[in-house]
């Protein structure tokens, strides 16, 4: 187990709403009405559909960290996976929370305009570790190994902001 960073697309006015309903929330997140079966025997692991949950695993600090060089929620487009978003519970950090679509729309536009290339080379695992970002020590074990988890994840968080943006779709997610 491990903190995990999930979301799920849907219309803005449905995840707004999804939102006040903590236990609702996370059993649309958990997604038990889908074919997980079908899901899993995918060749491409990385395909994204707006009717599923889409998980970052454990990259999400380690991607937020290469985005915006910081460890904390910044404020900016770039650090959307951390950003003060209306919680269910807004003392609960583990609860669901609402991404607007203007959110997410920003966030691809503001990735847009970098590279994979230029985003992964500012892995750097020794400041990751200074910054204390979640899983940072298995990182530095491999840093290749790191590139490659945080390049595939990368490109599934690049999916998810482009299909939102295209769609005009808000998001539930949580960080738990």
Do not use: C
């Not at 945080?150 to 943006?165: K, Y």
């Amino acid at each position: 187990m491990g903190v995990i960073w999930q979301v799920r697309l849907a219309p803005d006015d449905d995840a707004a709403a999804m939102v006040t309903d903590v236990d609702g929330a996370w059993d649309w997140l958990e997604a038990d009405d889908l074919d997980w079966d079908a899901i899993m025997a995918r060749a491409d692991k990385t395909e994204v559909h707006v009717d599923e949950p889409i998980d970052l695993d454990k990259s999400w600090h380690g991607l937020h960290f290469l985005l915006t060089g910081n460890a904390q929620a910044t404020g900016e487009p770039l650090s959307m996976l951390l950003n003060d978003y209306r919680k269910a519970e807004p003392d609960n950090p583990q609860s669901p929370f609402f991404l607007p679509a203007e959110a997410l729309t920003a966030f691809h536009e503001a990735i847009s305009a970098l590279s994979d290339e230029e985003i992964l080379d500012r892995l750097d695992t020794q400041a990751m570790l200074d910054a204390d970002i979640y899983v940072a020590s298995v990182f530095a074990q491999d840093a290749a190994l790191a590139r490659d988890y945080l390049g595939e994840n990368l490109g599934i968080l690049r999916r998810v902001a482009q299909l939102a943006a295209e769609k005009q779709l808000g998001a539930v997610a949580q960080l738990a």
